[in-house]
Every structure is written in C-alpha cells, then in structure tokens.
C-alpha cells in the first residue's frame, strides 16, 4: 500500500480563535448540565463538590500542558495517532484510530443526536416526535452536519463558533442568575447530607475527569491550523481554562439556586430545575435549548475533528488509501468524514440507543488509556530530544500529574461490576481491529 504522506496537505485555514472553540465545544457536552447532581450525591456537601471540580480542573490544565507541548512538537493532520505511533509502534496507534473512529466517535455522535434531538422538541413545547421519527430526525441531523463539514472545514468552523458562544453565553447566564437572581440563599457550607469526605471526592473525580474530556481533538485538526507551534498551544490552554471557570462558575450557581449539595443531588433536570428558581415560566424550555445547542457543538466536534484521525493514518499507509485523499473540490477528506458519519447512522440504525450505549461503555476505557498514553509520550519525547515551541513549565510534575489521575479515573470508572459486560463487548471490538490490522495493514 502506498503512502500519502508526499500528496498536498490540507490548507492550513483555521485561527486561533477556531481552534479554541474546537477544544471548548469538544469538551463543554451535556455533562455540565446534569452530572453535578451525580457528583453532589457522592461527596454530600457543597463545598466538597466545587473542590472535585477544582481537584479535576487541575489534572486536566496539567494535561493542557502536556498536550500543548505535544501539540508545538506534532502539528500534522491525526497529530495524536503519530504520536503514538512513534512512541508505541503502529498497532497501538491503529486500534486507537479504529475504536476512536467507529465505536467512540460513531457511538457518540449517534447518541449525541439523540439528545439534541430530544431536547430541541422539548425547547418547541413537545414531549417527544413519536417511535421511529426521533431516530429519524436524529439521522437527519448527523447526515446534515457530515455534509456541511464534508463542504469545507470553515463551514464545520463556523458551525462550531456559533454553538460555542451560544454555550459560554448559557453557562454564564446560569452563573448570573445564582449572583443576581433574587433567590433563597443557603450558603454553599450548610448543607443537609452528611459529608462523605475524601472518599466521596475520590468517587466523584471519575464523571467530572470525563467531562471535562475533548481537548485532545486540537491534535486531530493540527494539520489545518494556521501556525501551528504557536496556535495549538495556545488553542489547548485557553480552551481548558475557559471550561474550568465557567464549570465551576455553574457548579457554584446550582448550589446557591437550588439551596445546597443535597437539592442538587436529588434534582433529576438540574439545570432546568435551577434556572426555574429564579425564571420558573420559561426556566424548563430554556435549558432544553441550551442542552439542544450544546449537544450539537458537540456532534460537528466529532464530525470536524474525528475524521481527521482516519485521513491521518490512511495517508501512513495503515488504513484504506480512498480515506487519505483530499475531496478535490472542497480540500476536505470527505471519504473519512462521510465514513464517520456514515458509522454513526449504521450503529444508530441497527443497534438502536441501548445497544450505542452498551458498545460505547465498553470502548471508552480504550480512549482513556490512550488518553493517558499520549501523555505519558512526552518522557519518552523529550529523551529523544528536538526543539518546541512551548515547553510543558515545572516537568516533569505536569504530565507525571496527569498521567496518574486519567489512569485512576479509568480505573475507578470500571470499578462498577455494572460495566463488566460492555467492557467484554468492548475488548471483542478491540480484538477485530486488531484482527483486520494483522490481516490488512502489518507491515505497511
């Protein structure tokens, strides 16, 4: 199999400030607006609940600067598959890219559009579109954003711009009403439950790490940003500390709005319940918008950077050539954008919500591995040497930081004997892409 790695690459068209609303909307997902009630009832007491937040927040700025060094280091299209490859070999780096491209993005993006789908009906005053049209409406919505991303990467850019600002704009709006609104006030400090103490924190770091996820998507889009050794660091670090303020920004709002640790914890529509404190006519229908914006930011991320993986390494020459070209009309890589796209709907289709659900529990213990894994790259980097144009402040504490808390959260998160069975669908997953790379790819 041919290489593509002499062919044109992709312009380089995207700024500063794309790249950062890439790594903000791939991180900022509907998590924000009901996991804090999960975490509430884990540690027991408000104060507990920002500090998990905050614990969390560090972990990832020290992943930021890992993986902005990185990012000045590796700055080509699937710039996280060459890392990996280089560092590990070409099989690891291929099962990251096959899992990543059909069970992690295809899962995701097909219950993704769910919810935006779910939560737009709700925000025009309907309960639900009926069996069989919500998933309908939700393959609709992905085969229209494949088609706009497959366009050109502004037209995925602007799309992303817009539901970014418009998600910042809903967090801070919900930041405002817990200063200004005239509410209840029940300091954050006294609560009704009883504290659960490190314990609970330790618990609670799992579904926050997780939600604050999705920066290392400035990786797979690093070969179309215009400078990129002074772009991609930046994009990294501005988007993590943009998202850990207005998360804890929301966070401290909810506990003010609704009176302490233990209303969160029990409120099954957070935001909807919070925001209904101070605007209780349009509160509900609000936020089912908001959550209907954010999941479709979320949904072109995947659809704008994911595909970027596939197109990376079919141009190494370890996946299918037709996937490395560029569409010679739009300079996108169409084929591995309507390839994505196209996973999503099949799993949507034939394995229903469920079924997404169950294969993508089982597989993104595989992107938090490699998560970790790419951190862990930059010891093994920095002994061999080379220039970057950032360099990770106070290594090697940093990546050593990171490391050991994604690695924790992966393991704390597969501690739950409820996630064995996905976890068994996920390592036979793991297993024909292993399968495919040794009958179709070794030794390429």
């Known amino acids: ?55 969390a927040g560090f972990i990832v700025l020290a992943g930021a600067l890992t993986f902005a060094e990185l990012g000045a280091r590796y700055h080509r299209s699937a710039a996280q598959y060459e890392i990996l490859r280089d560092t590990y070999g070409p099989l690891p780096a291929f099962l990251f890219v096959f899992c990543n491209a059909t069970a992690v993005q295809g899962g995701a993006i097909g219950i993704i559009a769910i919810i935006c789908v779910q939560n737009f009906v709700v925000a025009l005053g309907q309960t639900s579109l009926g069996p069989g049209w919500s998933t309908l409406a939700s393959v609709g919505l992905v085969v229209g954003l494949t088609a706009a991303n497959v366009l050109g990467v502004r037209w995925g850019a602007r799309i992303q711009n817009a539901t970014v600002l418009m998600k910042l704009l809903t967090l801070v709006a919900i930041g405002a009403l817990g200063a200004f609104a005239p509410v209840q006030d029940t300091p954050v400090g006294r609560d009704e439950v009883q504290s659960k103490g490190v314990l609970g924190v330790l618990a609670a770091l799992v579904p926050a790490f997780f939600a604050f996820g999705g920066f290392q998507h400035a990786l797979w889009i690093s070969g179309e940003v215009r400078e990129p050794k002074r772009n991609l660091p930046r994009a990294i670090l501005v988007g993590v500390v943009v998202v850990v303020v207005v998360y804890l920004l929301a966070n401290w709002s909810y506990l003010r709005l609704l009176g302490g640790a233990s209303a969160v914890a029990a409120s099954k529509t957070l935001a909807a319940d919070a925001v209904a404190r101070a605007a209780p006519s349009v509160g509900g229908r609000v936020i089912a918008a908001a959550v209907g914006i954010s999941a479709l930011g979320v949904l072109n991320a995947q659809l704008l950077s994911g595909p970027r993986l596939v197109f990376g390494m079919a141009r190494d020459g370890r996946f299918f050539p037709a996937f490395g070209r560029l569409d010679a009309r739009f300079g996108t890589p169409s084929a591995a954008i309507w390839f994505v796209g196209a996973i999503a709907v099949a799993l949507l289709v034939l394995a229903g919500e469920k079924g997404v659900d169950r294969l993508l529990t089982g597989v993104v213990f595989v992107d938090g591995v490699f998560f970790a894994a ?8 920095r002994r061999r040497g080379g220039e970057a144009s950032f360099r990770t402040p106070g290594y090697p504490l940093p990546p050593l930081f990171f490391v050991l808390g994604a690695i924790g959260v992966v393991v704390g998160a597969h501690l739950d004997p409820a996630v064995l069975p996905a976890t068994l669908i996920g390592a036979a997953w793991i297993a024909a892409g292993a399968l495919l790379y040794f009958v179709r790819f070794r030794g390429k």
Do not use: E, K, N, Q
């Open 1 to 55: 199999m041919t290489r593509s790695a002499d062919a044109p690459p992709p312009p380089r068209v995207l700024g500063l400030f794309d790249a950062s609303c890439i790594v903000i909307g791939a991180i900022i997902g509907v998590g924000i607006f009901f996991t804090p009630a999960r975490m509430a009832a884990l540690v027991g007491s408000g104060p507990l609940l920002l500090l998990a937040w905050l614990l």
């Open 374 to 381: 790419t951190g862990a790259a930059l010891f093994v980097l």
